[in-house]
Every structure is written in C-alpha cells, then in structure tokens.
C-alpha cells in the first residue's frame, strides 16, 4: 500500500518538475489546464485529505527530530491561488511547526541591505517548515518586469548592466545550495494561471460583494504585463531550477488539481528526508522505567496502574485475532 500510494505521487509530481538545465518556455512547456488522467475532481477532497494527513505525520516528525528544515517558495501572478493553497494544503499541519512569511515592497531598512538580506530573515529554524508566499524570486521577476524598482534598490554603479539577471540567478542558486546543504530542503512552486482564467477570476472579485477587497486597480493593471511576465517566469525556470532546488509548474486553472499537486509535492519531499522520531538511550529508559514505576503507584484504588497499557495490549490481541481469523478461512 505504501509503495503503491508513493509510486503514484511520483506518477502525478513528474511532469510538473522543471528538469534542470533545460529550456522553457513557458506557453509552450506547460499547459495551465494540464490535469493527470488518473486524478479526477469526484476524488480531488479525498486524494487532498489523504495528502495533508500524510504531511501532517511528517511535520510532526520533523520537529521531533529537528535536523531538517524545509523552505517552500510560491510564485505566481495575481489570482493564481496562492492563498487558497496555504489555507487548504497546510490545514492539518501544527500552526507551531509553519511559518508563512508575504514580502511587499520593500522598507527603507531593507532597501538599505543587499536584496536577499530580507528573506534571510524569515528562513525556518530546524524543525519547521517556512513558506515564502512570493519570495526572493520577486527579484527576478518584478524587478525585472519594472525597471524602475531596480533603480530604488541603491545598487552602485556598474551593477546594472545586461549581466544583472544571469548574475543574480547565479547568486540565487548559490545560496539555496548552501542552504540545501546545511539541513535545508528547499521546494519550489509555480502555479501557472492562464491569461483567460485569471480574467475570470477577477471578474469573480468584481461581482462578488464578499471579494471586492482581493482586488486592486493594479492588478488589473499588471495584466497589461502579462507577455513579459510570461518571459521572466521562463528564464527564472531555465536559470534556477537545479538539482538541490528544482521549481515545479503547478497547473492552477482547476484550484482542486493544484492543491492535490502541492500537497504531494511536499510530502514527497519529506518522504525524501525521512525525519524519524528521536530514539533513548539506555539511562533515559532506565529514568522511563522509574517514573512509570512511581505513577502505578499512585493509582486509586481499584483503578489499573497503566490503562493505556491496557487498552495497548486490547488492540493487539483483536489485531492478533482478526490475523488468526483471515488464515483461518483462507
């Protein structure tokens, strides 16, 4: 059952991978509407709970163990669901064991530091897991997209050349790589939203009393950049996905394939790390053994020193007879 639910993850997250060191572009590689043959909306609440419950078991392992850290960077256009995926893919999950961390524009403080200083910040701690809704990738995309906030960002002079871009991915992927190999997992996800769906979308936040505050005028703005957006996002693609750190294009016109995407994408990532419950020596049991001992002794009368060891050795003896039952009429 094990190998058959990870062999399907694997099945589902493949196509989604940006392979490293290959091309994309972006209209061309990746459909919006993609969805995989054998996932299907009647079993998208199913497949997604089976998903968080799954993440769930190893986030709480994961902060048992405190070893590993995991860092999720989400990217997409206005509209894509990067919210909604939060809401639903980490709603399982310990609050304590996840951080989301949102970058607007920057402060004056932050503008004052090199441009990765404020996501250095907001990385997890060992034990955690620390989601980036949008992330230092903005540096790469918006910045690009408007010129006129590379121009704010009090760079020297010299620096803004042609070679700005292939340089900072280049930085980019040096320091996720000394993240990857200091304990750090790091995932990254593109929902990619078609132009039309996004179009919808917006209209939905117009029509709808109960959305009017999700949209701003610039929003509807920033479409007018779509065709250059669309570029940037493909070379970020091209330039960054790496070994240590690969992107995945999440399909995000239908919102419950998405979610499902995500939530496999990650606990396929944590399958990787395989945290563990942390295992006693000899003198912590033997410390184990005492205590349990003083507790028994303080039962009331009448009442069983350990009922959680009964009700251990009740569960065992059912599972013990419904065994015997099965090769019995086998």
């Not at 990870?6 to 459909?31: H, M, N, Q, S, Y």
């Not at 909306?41 to 995991?70: F, I, P």
């Not at 997992?185 to 179009?199: A, D, G, H, M």
């Amino acid at each position: 059952m094990v190998q058959d639910r990870a062999k399907l993850v694997a099945e589902l997250i493949e196509p989604l991978r940006v392979k490293p060191g290959t091309k994309v572009t972006l209209g061309k590689d990746f459909d919006p509407g993609y969805k995989a043959r054998f996932v299907h909306k009647k079993d998208g609440t199913e497949l997604l709970q089976a998903g968080v419950s799954l993440l769930c078991e190893y986030q709480d392992k994961l902060a048992a163990q405190d070893t590993w850290g995991m860092l999720v960077c989400l990217q997409a256009l206005d509209a894509a669901g990067k919210d909604g995926t939060i809401r639903h893919v980490m709603s399982g999950v310990n609050p304590q064991g996840v951080h989301v961390s949102s970058f607007k524009v920057p402060s004056s403080e932050e503008l004052d530091h090199d441009y990765l200083w404020r996501y250095a910040q907001r990385l997890p701690a060992r034990g955690d897991i620390g989601i980036f809704n949008r992330s230092h990738y903005e540096e790469v995309l918006v910045v690009r997209v408007h010129p006129d906030v590379l121009d704010r960002q009090k760079l020297p002079p010299g620096t803004k050349g042609k070679d700005i871009w292939a340089r900072r991915y280049r930085e980019i992927n040096d320091w996720e790589r000394f993240l990857a190999e200091n304990g750090f997992k790091i995932v990254k996800l593109f929902l990619n939203l078609s132009k039309e769906e996004q179009r919808i979308r917006f209209l939905k936040r117009v029509d709808l009393p109960d959305k009017n505050w999700k949209l701003s005028p610039n929003d509807a703005k920033e479409r007018a950049f779509w065709d250059d957006y669309q570029v940037a996002f493909s070379e970020m693609l091209t330039h960054t996905s790496t070994e240590w750190a690969p992107w995945y294009v999440i399909p995000a016109d239908r919102k419950w394939f998405a979610r499902i995407c995500v939530s496999a994408i990650l606990a396929h990532t944590l399958a990787d790390i395989d945290p563990q419950y942390p295992t006693v020596d000899a003198a912590k049991l033997k410390d184990l053994t005492d205590v349990k001992a003083l507790l028994e002794g303080e039962a009331p009368a009448g009442a069983s020193p350990d009922p959680f060891e009964d009700e251990l050795v009740a569960q065992a003896s059912e599972t013990q007879t419904r065994t015997d039952n099965k090769r019995h009429h086998s």
